[in-house]
């Protein structure tokens, strides 16, 4: 009997620390800053959109219902950023598609060793449309930390 993974598990707050970092990262490139991008975080990146997008990834992940949860916070997300509210689900899909597309498009860059682990290192400056994702997409992250800090239960009693 296979068992379907708790919902909670796969929410917001699971994502929240490589949206955190990835935001920090993204916002030093867009200065054109060198910045080192921790290979695990990246992965979890281009993880959360292969997921939104429905792509099968040999994980947990591939169950329904974790896709699902990803795919609401991701339209969530996307709401909460005035610059990419999109107004029809083609829209929606597009932007996910175009932040896939970029996280893709900096797998290619040098792996370096980084203290204990690796990095991405991405090239710096950007072009004039990566650039603009790559504010999108930092907008995004950020707004996903938003969201995580405000879901966030401290355990209080609620009676």
């Not at 997921?51 to 591939?62: A, P």
Request: net charge negative.
């Amino acid at each position: 009997m296979s068992r379907t993974p708790d919902i909670g598990v796969v929410g917001v707050k699971y994502w929240s620390y490589m949206a955190e970092v990835m935001a920090g990262c993204l916002d030093q490139i867009i200065k054109g800053q060198k910045t080192e991008i921790p290979i695990n975080v990246f992965r979890d990146a281009l993880l959360f959109f292969r997921i939104t997008l429905e792509q099968k990834t040999g994980t947990f992940f591939d169950n329904p219902v974790a896709q699902i949860n990803a795919y609401v916070i991701a339209q969530e997300i996307l709401r909460d950023c005035p610059l990419l509210s999109p107004h029809t689900l083609e829209e929606a899909k597009n932007h996910l598609r175009r932040f896939a597309e970029f996280l893709k498009s900096l797998e290619g860059q040098p792996t370096i060793p980084v203290g204990e682990g690796f990095a991405k290192q991405p090239l710096v400056p950007l072009g004039v449309e990566d650039r603009k994702t790559a504010n999108d997409l930092r907008d995004f992250f950020a707004a996903l930390v938003r969201k995580s800090d405000r879901d966030f239960d401290y355990g209080e009693s609620r009676d």
